[in-house]
T-cell receptor, first 116, second 114 residues
Framework: AQTVTQSQPEMSVQEAETVTLSCTYDTSESDYYLFWYKQPPSRQMILVIRQEAYKQQNATENRFSVNFQKAAKSFSLKISDSQLGDAAMYFCAYRGPQGGSEKLVFGKGTKLTVNP | DTAVSQTPKYLVTQMGNDKSIKCEQNLGHDTMYWYKQDSKKFLKIMFSYNNKELIINETVPNRFSPKSPDKAHLNLHINSLELGDSAVYFC?????????????FGNGTRLTVT
């Protein structure tokens, strides 16, 4: 079964600085998708960024970028110029082919605090 | 213009009661899901429906029964509520069931069983 591991239960960053959240996963598949979701205190689950395993280029969305290392099965999220509104739980997630029942598997999350 | 909406937002009830959570999506998606987030924030899938057909049914007690009257709705009915059912329940949808389709989540329903 696919598993997703986020080894940092909590992280903190100073406003305007850069922080990297780690994620590793386990799969025997060659094509799959990886996602980062953000959950602020409002509880809403917000898609931050996604990466297809077949694409070598790392995905970027404004201040958010990923470092995707397929061989190492690593998918870290970099947040540049951190803002107070970035404070949230961040979940890494994997979704791969499972014969028609491709569920999204989440890591346990990293709580990010942004200090002013 | 809410994409995935679920009601109620909060639900407080006593052990042994039966309750329902409703979910609707206006994105035209084919696939809908229920996820449970426990007190440690861990998210785990419970059910998934594709075009009203059940395609994922994780190890969930029989007291939980999803119902999909059409592909825009997926409701969750819970019988004989227990203390351990207290959690946040998220409804989600995706364009289709394939793995390249991201999930869009509702705002969650916090269920508290006393």
């Amino acid at each position: 079964a696919q598993t997703v591991t986020q080894s940092q239960p909590e992280m903190s960053v100073q406003e305007a600085e850069t922080v990297t959240l780690s994620c590793t996963y386990d799969t025997s598949e060659s094509d799959y998708y990886l996602f980062w979701y953000k959950q602020p205190p409002s509880r809403q689950m917000i898609l931050v960024i996604r990466q297809e395993a077949y694409k070598q280029q790392n995905a970027t969305e404004n201040r958010f970028s990923v470092n995707f290392q397929k061989a190492a099965k690593s998918f870290s999220l970099k947040i540049s110029d951190s803002q107070l509104g970035d404070a949230a739980m961040y979940f890494c997630a994997y979704r791969g082919p499972q014969g028609g029942s491709e569920k999204l598997v989440f890591g346990k999350g990293t709580k990010l605090t942004v200090n002013p | 213009d809410t994409a995935v909406s679920q009601t109620p937002k909060y639900l407080v009830t006593q052990m042994g009661n039966d309750k329902s959570i409703k979910c609707e999506q206006n994105l035209g998606h084919d696939t809908m899901y229920w996820y449970k987030q426990d007190s440690k924030k861990f998210l785990k899938i419970m059910f998934s429906y594709n075009n009203k057909e059940l395609i994922i049914n994780e190890t969930v007690p029989n007291r939980f029964s999803p119902k999909s009257p059409d592909k825009a709705h997926l409701n969750l009915h819970i019988n004989s509520l227990e203390l351990g059912d207290s959690a946040v329940y998220f409804c989600a949808s995706s364009a289709h069931s394939s793995y390249n389709s991201p999930l869009h989540f509702g705002n969650g329903t916090r269920l508290t069983v006393t």
